[in-house]
């Protein structure tokens, strides 16, 4: 848990503040981003808990060793320091240093052994999924997405109960920043950590956060929420603009497939004789449905008017077919799939391809005008 | 195609051989001419060589004095004989050549260097010989060939112009035949004009030649012998030593300070003082304020210390003639202690602040003639190897104060925040962050000054501190030239000693990571191609 209380920086010498009477509270194993236009004071805020820089007014809180929450400017900045795990926008590996030594920082300010140290850090390579080869590289034999992952290996050597991310991602190519997205989410989901994460990419705040916090040019909060209620209820004109006019689009990345899909669809098996299942399409009104074989896999589907007065089994007039989506995937990438591939329907698959259940566009649509009653109705101009 | 045939050595080798000259002389480097000629048979190059030979003996059977062949004879055996020795000398220097350039990692073969070589021998080889036979014949004096406003000085100016431009060529050639980069064929020639000039001060000495390389050879054997030389030697070497070792750690110290943000005052930050009043104490007790007697005591004291131990010292007793200097001068000490801890407190207080100020008053002390400086310290230090010491560590503390200034500053902020956000102290950040990260940069500074220091000791024996410097003044005020050149000689060969092996030193400190980065600038040619 970290606890902002009416924090305000003013750096020497400017008369507006950094950061303005900031108040927030990020629950325990949540992820927080600090998100805002460049100049919004978010690095400071990130900065102000481990006391790089230091809060010209009010107080931040986090958790000692048993769990009470102390105000960071009673506690020695270099043993808070070594508490909180810190990874920075441009890595800030030790060129000079091998990965392991990169690694072994923090447990060695703190005196481990070697043996412990050298444990924790196998570990945390394999956590990293890189081999324990790496161990005696040196940082520029590394690639960029190597780098960072070894940059939040760092940071995470001591196992700190907090960590502060000052855009870990930022100089990474997209396809590598994705990856790296989704591995520290998947961490994440075991660590729960209480993180603290800065970004000016509203895309990232939205996949990566918990909640968001939206500041604004002189440091002031202007909406702190979960990604949902950000857009689906944007507080003010700013955030409605800094969330951009595609907020409808980026709702459906915080939705799962699984949240709304049918899950118990008609299915038809392959043994299945024709006109038994031309029969039950016909009762339930339906132009087509998905085969699967006897394991309970995705095989096809099949047309309805292709099995009006036919003899034999379903097996022998379905068309084959590998159109399932993986149960996890987001709404936006689901839709983006059937509309590539001119599908109204599709199959949801787990990673076996079993079926689990199904989607149509018809659902995706009322799921957006739901949000939308829930919203304000200006959604509709846009 | 059409080229290959025409080169063929046995149907046409006379317009072939002229053709190939001016292709040499004309297109250097890169031309396919070249290229394809290094394939050719070797009997071009015999031929070629032999061409050359026919020149020389010409040469020599007219002018009765020839330049390899100095015996009297026949003209058909002068002939003869000079024939053979230009061919037989092509072939022996151009093989010397070949395994010094096989050594250095060259990869072409003899046959097509020789024949390369010949093609540019032959040409420049005729023209020089025709410029010295022509300068005879007009009778000029060759002892002021380079005097420009003489004609044998333009003549000596052609010449030299013509033996840069044949120099130029042979590179070109072995770079073609060997496929070496172009350093190392300038590499190789200089190896094998060492070689010459080694072969042939041997001679000397066993002809017992009175040349002046004999002369110093004789005169070093001597100084050595008496004991006199040694003693310069270790003066010198103890001396650079001594300031080096004092400035690296002034040096540094301040540097670092200068990157730090300033400190507000406290009472905390007194302690750093205690040395400053420790050195007060020394001053004032040993300036007369407590009576002249322990002045007096200490320089006595160390006077007979002195002499003891460098009667059974050897090695260390030029050290301890340094050493008992800077001790017998208890009053300045307490001065320049005094000095030095209060700089040092006011950059700790002032940190990055004074950065500028006092990387300028560095800068300035630099500019002083070290003469001028040696003289300015007689007054408050006296003559001898105190006063050389000190003004050696202040004209060592620039370049070390800077590089470790500028090298702490150009570590990456972000690797500066990283260490200080996981939990370093400033101490930690700075002995294991900072420093290791700008080494590199602080040992150039520090061999920039070691290498300058070498050269300054020297001067220094003008103020009666016993160097290498020795030999040079006495040399010149007795216009003895052994003497001078030995005593320059000497610190040359130091100061090429001292850059050599603190670029080992700066390699070995020089961080794996920071190598690489360097590495393309490093490969950075003598000649582009």
Not at chain 1, 61 to 78: A, H, K, R
Not at chain 2, 326 to 337: L, N, Q, Y
Not at chain 2, 366 to 386: D, E, K, Q
């Amino acid at each position: 848990m970290i606890k902002f209380e009416n924090v305000t920086k003013i750096y020497p010498g400017l008369a507006k503040p950094a950061v303005d009477s900031l108040s927030f509270t990020v629950p325990s194993g949540e992820i927080c981003t600090l998100v805002g236009p460049s100049g919004c004071g978010k690095t400071t805020t990130l900065k102000m808990v481990n006391r790089l820089i230091e809060p010209t007014q009010g107080a931040i809180y986090v958790p000692n060793g048993n769990g009470d929450l102390v105000n960071v400017m009673e506690v020695n900045p270099i043993q808070l320091r070594r508490k909180i795990g810190y990874v920075i926008q441009q890595i800030g590996l030790f060129p000079h240093w091998t990965i392991f030594e990169n690694i072994a920082t923090v447990p060695r300010l703190l005196g481990w052994d070697n043996d412990r140290i050298r444990r924790r850090a196998e570990e945390l390579l394999e956590m990293m999924n890189m081999s324990p080869e790496y161990m005696d590289r040196y940082p520029h034999e590394l690639s960029g997405g190597q780098r960072q992952r070894i940059g939040v290996a760092r940071a995470l050597a001591v196992d700190p109960p907090i960590m502060l991310m000052d855009e870990p991602f930022g100089a990474i190519d997209p396809i590598n920043r994705n990856l790296l997205q989704n591995e520290f989410l998947r961490l994440q989901k075991e660590m729960k950590k209480t993180v603290l994460f800065v970004t000016h990419d509203i895309d990232e705040a939205i996949k990566m956060s918990d909640r968001i916090c939206i500041m604004n040019v002189g440091g002031r909060l202007e909406q702190y929420d979960t990604p949902a209620a950000i857009l689906s209820n944007p507080a003010n004109e700013f955030v409605e603009n800094f969330v951009g006019a595609d907020r409808a689009l980026k709702q459906l990345n915080l939705i799962r497939v699984e949240e709304i899909m049918d899950t118990a669809p008609v299915l038809l098996q392959l043994d299945q004789p024709a006109a038994e299942a031309w029969a039950l399409l016909r009762e339930r009104e339906l132009r087509s449905a998905f085969v699967v074989g006897p394991d309970g896999r995705l095989r096809g589907y099949v047309v309805r008017r292709e099995l009006r007065d036919k003899t034999g089994t379903v097996g022998d007039y379905f068309t084959r077919a590998d159109m399932g989506i993986e149960i996890s995937t987001t709404l936006r990438d689901a839709l983006s799939e059937m509309l590539a591939m001119d599908y109204n329907t599709v199959c949801i698959v787990d990673n076996h391809n079993r079926v689990q259940g199904m989607l149509s566009i018809e659902m995706i649509q009322k799921k957006i005008a739901e949000s939308n009653v829930n919203g304000d109705d200006q959604e509709n101009g846009a | 195609m059409a080229r290959e045939r025409h080169f063929e050595p046995t149907s046409a080798f006379l317009p072939d051989l002229i053709n190939g000259w001016v292709q040499v002389l004309t297109r250097p480097g890169q031309n396919e001419y070249l290229v394809q000629h290094a394939r050719s048979n070797p009997l071009t190059s015999f031929l070629g060589v032999s061409t050359f030979g026919l020149l020389v003996s010409l040469y020599a059977a007219t002018d009765g004095s020839p330049p390899f062949y100095a015996a009297q004879g026949s003209t058909p055996a002068v002939f003869l004989i000079t024939f053979f020795l230009a061919a037989a000398g092509f072939y022996l220097s151009n093989f010397l050549l070949y395994l010094v350039l096989k050594i250095s990692g060259g990869s072409g073969n003899y046959t097509s260097q020789s024949n390369l070589l010949s093609l540019v021998l032959v040409p420049f080889g005729s023209i020089l010989l025709l410029v010295f036979f022509t300068g005879r014949v007009f009778g000029l004096e060759w002892g002021d060939a380079f005097n420009p406003l003489s004609l044998s000085g333009l003549v000596g100016a052609l010449v030299f112009l013509l033996a840069a431009y044949a120099l130029y060529q042979v590179v070109q050639c072995l770079k073609i035949v060997h496929q070496v980069r172009a350093v190392s064929a300038v590499y190789a020639l200089l190896a094998l004009a060492g070689a010459g000039a080694l072969l042939r001060a041997a001679l000397m000495f066993v002809n017992q030649e009175d040349t002046l390389i004999t002369r110093l050879w004789t005169f070093f054997v001597q100084q050595w012998n008496s004991g006199i030389m040694p003693r310069a030697i270790l003066g010198h070497f103890w001396l650079v030593l001594f300031s080096i070792v004092v400035a690296v750690l002034v040096g540094i110290v301040f540097g670092v300070l200068i990157t730090l943000p300033a400190h507000r005052p406290r009472a905390a930050n007194l302690v750093l003082l205690i040395p400053f009043v420790l050195f007060f104490i020394l001053w004032a007790a040993t300036s007369g304020w407590f009576g002249p007697d322990a002045a007096a005591q200490i320089d006595s004291t160390t006077r007979s210390w002195e002499r003891i131990l460098r009667n059974t010292g050897g090695f260390f007793g030029e050290l301890l003639v340094i050493l008992g200097a800077v001790v017998r001068k208890p009053a300045a000490i307490g001065m320049i202690g005094m000095g030095w801890t209060a700089i040092f407190y006011l950059l700790y207080l002032f940190g990055d602040r004074a950065s500028a100020l006092t990387l300028y008053i560095a800068g300035i002390i630099l500019t002083i003639p070290s003469i001028a400086l040696f003289g300015v310290l007689i007054p408050p230090l006296g003559v001898g190897a105190f006063n050389a010491a000190f003004a050696l560590i202040l004209y060592a503390q620039l370049p070390i104060l800077r590089n470790t200034y500028t090298g702490i500053m150009e570590v990456e902020p972000e690797i500066v925040e990283a260490g200080r956000g996981m939990g370093m102290t400033e101490l930690q950040l700075l002995l294991r962050v900072k420093l290791p990260l700008a080494a590199p940069v602080i040992m150039t500074g520090i061999r920039v000054s070691c290498v300058m220091l070498v050269g300054i000791a020297a001067i220094a024996a003008y103020i009666g501190a016993f160097t290498l410097g020795e030999y040079i003044f006495t040399g010149i005020s007795r216009a003895q030239e052994v003497r001078y050149i030995t005593g320059a000689l000497i610190v040359a060969v130091f100061a090429l000693a001292v850059d050599y092996l603190l670029g080992w030193v700066q390699e070995r400190v020089t961080p794996l990571a920071l190598k690489e980065r360097h590495k393309k600038q490093k490969d950075t040619e003598l000649f582009s191609e």
